[in-house]
């Protein structure tokens, strides 16, 4: 049985030339990279040389960035290091009601501490007004933290704009990109942010190291406590071997991105042309334009999102159902209801998110085992059987389906 992997937002597929690369730092450079002696050097210039790949991804400076083992310890150093460093001129913090939890759950430890933390709305496609952030800035506000791509609706918000806004009242901005980075091209000055957390392992790179950008200036206090590891910012003996795959992963994506994206996009555009086509009562969560090059989310009406997910996983099919840190939980994710996708539609959460390994033959077989798959279901459904007895069904809530969205871009080009 092939394995067709469509959860590329949990983690995605190491590059075999990274994996090479990799490999002589386990058993040949294995010093510590504090070390004097030559292999601690040799894994220390393997280290700095990786520095400056992640930092040539996103046009920062090497001394710029700050090696993390995730994303989740860059969020928190970001957002608890920023807020404490800057708590006496102010205990004000803003993000957006769709951050991905190690972010938001700061903003809910940060709240417990006595800071004030304002939860930004978002519009039914998960955009966050400018509007609304301007009227949230207070004098006291020290940080904004809006997350450039959402990882479940693949939504991109205009963080060059919202910047800009935090900017001019002397706010320092934040920007989660992990699940842009290696599928958009990010510039750190373009952007107009002070701090971005990206991770390798959503673009081809090892899982156990990750990054935070912080602008030169930008105060910060540790939240690992220990030795004088990254510059004093991050303590903790060096993941060398993931860290080299890490810069690894930065320098082939940014030059073979140009390559492979328009397949991904291609590619995403056919399952939110064709699913839809293939299935009723279907609804595209997330912008329909305003997305990212590898992402399709959608609501399945009258069916439950983990059981679509485990009859697919019989068929060597990988998907996900919310975002990969809820799923476990059978509720609607936070993401969906911030876009008032109503709950019952929501249950049947399906995200779909591709990378450059996946092709035709992956969307083929999704769409010839989704339809049966999801009429197997909703036979068992009392939901599906009142409404065919009925006609009466469940609102659907903001998502769009094949047809609105259609409309959708015909408003745009206008």
């Given at each position: 049985?092939?394995?067709?992997?469509?959860?590329?937002?949990?983690?995605?597929?190491?590059?075999a030339?990274?994996?090479?690369?990799?490999?002589?730092?386990?058993?040949?450079?294995?010093?510590?990279?504090?070390?004097?002696?030559?292999?601690?050097?040799?894994?220390k210039?393997?280290?700095?040389?990786a520095?400056?790949?992640v930092?040539?991804?996103?046009?920062?400076r090497?001394e710029?960035?700050?090696?993390?083992?995730?994303?989740?310890?860059?969020?928190?150093?970001a957002?608890?290091?920023?807020?404490?460093?800057?708590?006496?001129?102010?205990?004000?913090?803003?993000?957006?009601?769709?951050?991905?939890?190690?972010?938001?759950?700061?903003?809910?430890?940060?709240?417990?501490?006595?800071?004030?933390?304002?939860?930004?709305?978002?519009?039914?496609?998960?955009?966050?007004?400018?509007?609304?952030?301007?009227?949230?800035?207070?004098?006291?506000?020290?940080?904004?933290?809006?997350?450039?791509?959402?990882?479940?609706?693949?939504?991109?918000?205009?963080?060059?704009?919202?910047?800009?806004?935090?900017?001019?009242?002397?706010?320092?901005?934040?920007?989660?990109?992990?699940?842009?980075?290696?599928?958009?091209?990010?510039?750190?000055?373009?952007?107009?942010?002070?701090a971005l957390?990206l991770?390798?392992?959503?673009?081809?790179?090892?899982?156990?190291?990750?990054a935070?950008?912080?602008?030169?200036?930008?105060?910060?206090t540790?939240?690992?406590?220990?030795?004088?590891?990254?510059?004093?910012?991050?303590a903790?003996?060096?993941?060398?071997?993931?860290?080299?795959?890490?810069?690894?992963?930065?320098?082939?994506?940014?030059?073979?991105?140009?390559?492979?994206?328009?397949?991904?996009?291609?590619?995403?555009?056919?399952?939110?042309?064709?699913?839809?086509?293939?299935?009723?009562?279907?609804?595209?969560?997330?912008?329909?334009?305003?997305?990212?090059?590898?992402?399709?989310n959608?609501?399945?009406?009258?069916?439950?999102?983990?059981?679509?997910?485990?009859?697919?996983?019989?068929?060597?099919?990988?998907?996900?159902?919310?975002?990969?840190?809820?799923?476990?939980?059978l509720?609607?994710?936070?993401?969906?209801?911030?876009?008032?996708?109503?709950?019952?539609?929501?249950?049947?959460?399906?995200?779909?998110?591709?990378?450059?390994?996946?092709?035709?033959?992956?969307?083929?077989?999704?769409?010839?085992?989704?339809?049966?798959?999801?009429?197997?279901?909703?036979?068992?459904?009392p939901?599906?059987?009142?409404?065919?007895?009925?006609?009466?069904?469940?609102?659907?809530?903001?998502g769009?389906?094949?047809?609105?969205?259609?409309?959708?871009?015909?408003?745009?080009?206008?």
């Amino acid at each position: 049985m092939h394995r067709i992997y469509l959860d590329n937002q949990s983690g995605t597929r190491l590059d075999a030339r990274v994996l090479q690369l990799i490999l002589p730092f386990f058993d040949q450079q294995y010093g510590n990279a504090q070390s004097m002696h030559t292999l601690g050097q040799q894994a220390k210039d393997a280290m700095e040389k990786a520095r400056v790949q992640v930092a040539d991804l996103i046009g920062a400076r090497n001394e710029e960035m700050y090696f993390t083992a995730t994303a989740s310890e860059a969020n928190n150093l970001a957002v608890k290091g920023i807020a404490q460093a800057y708590q006496a001129k102010g205990k004000h913090i803003i993000v957006s009601a769709i951050e991905h939890f190690s972010v938001l759950n700061c903003g809910k430890r940060l709240g417990q501490a006595g800071f004030d933390v304002t939860y930004l709305p978002v519009d039914k496609d998960g955009l966050i007004s400018p509007e609304d952030l301007k009227k949230a800035l207070r004098p006291d506000t020290t940080l904004v933290s809006i997350q450039l791509a959402n990882s479940e609706i693949g939504t991109v918000q205009p963080i060059a704009e919202l910047s800009v806004i935090a900017r001019e009242k002397g706010v320092i901005f934040h920007t989660d990109a992990v699940y842009a980075a290696g599928f958009m091209d990010i510039d750190v000055n373009q952007l107009g942010v002070n701090a971005l957390t990206l991770s390798g392992n959503q673009f081809y790179g090892p899982k156990g190291a990750a990054a935070l950008f912080l602008k030169k200036g930008v105060r910060i206090t540790p939240q690992t406590d220990g030795g004088v590891q990254e510059a004093g910012r991050r303590a903790g003996t060096e993941n060398i071997p993931a860290i080299v795959g890490f810069g690894a992963a930065c320098e082939l994506v940014k030059k073979e991105m140009p390559q492979f994206l328009p397949e991904i996009i291609r590619l995403r555009d056919r399952l939110i042309k064709e699913l839809p086509e293939k299935i009723e009562y279907v609804y595209l969560n997330g912008h329909p334009l305003k997305r990212t090059p590898h992402n399709a989310n959608f609501s399945i009406e009258f069916i439950e999102g983990e059981a679509m997910m485990l009859f697919l996983d019989q068929e060597g099919i990988y998907v996900s159902s919310g975002s990969a840190c809820a799923n476990k939980a059978l509720k609607l994710s936070h993401v969906l209801t911030a876009i008032d996708v109503d709950a019952a539609v929501g249950q049947g959460s399906l995200s779909l998110t591709l990378s450059k390994y996946n092709n035709d033959n992956c969307i083929d077989s999704l769409l010839e085992h989704l339809p049966p798959t999801v009429e197997r279901l909703r036979q068992m459904s009392p939901l599906f059987a009142h409404f065919q007895k009925t006609g009466k069904r469940q609102v659907a809530g903001p998502g769009t389906d094949y047809k609105h969205q259609h409309e959708h871009e015909e408003q745009e080009e206008h």
